[in-house]
């Protein structure tokens, strides 16, 4: 009986842990098309990075944001330099531009060409 209790309270964990984490890879307010400049020093690690971002509202969790880094093997390719993100991108297009450096494109959508 109390393994049974065990495995369905690990098992609840476990969805909950990824309905969190697969939730906070969204936006914050897809709605919210507003601009958000964002400067990433030189050295800065990813935890530093990922508190900056959640504290500017663009991103919904830190803890979500170092994970994916850790998943994407990007964590060492922080890119220093200003950027204008939005509250209304997914967390894999706010890594393609702070850790990819999608520049171009990027401000093409948001007509700085």
């Known amino acids: ?7 369905l309270v ?9 309905r969190f984490y697969v939730g ?21 690690t990813g935890e530093q990075v990922a508190e900056q ?3 500017k509202g663009v991103i919904q969790s830190a803890l ?3 994970l994916y880094l850790g998943r994407e093997g990007l964590e060492s390719q922080i890119k220093a330099g200003r950027f204008v993100l939005s509250p ?3 967390l ?4 393609d531009v702070a850790f990819r ?4 494109d990027f401000f093409g959508r948001l007509g700085f060409e």
């Open 1 to 7: 009986m109390k393994k049974g209790l065990v495995i």
């Open 64 to 66: 979500a944001f170092k």
């Open 88 to 90: 209304s991108q997914p």
């Open 24 to 44: 906070a890879l969204g936006p914050v307010d897809s709605l919210d098309t507003s601009r958000v400049i964002v400067d990433i020093e030189s050295g800065a």
């Open 10 to 18: 690990l098992a609840v964990g476990i969805v909950g842990a990824y």
């Open 92 to 95: 894999r297009d706010i890594v």
């Open 101 to 104: 450096a999608v520049h171009a």
């Open 53 to 55: 971002l959640k504290e």
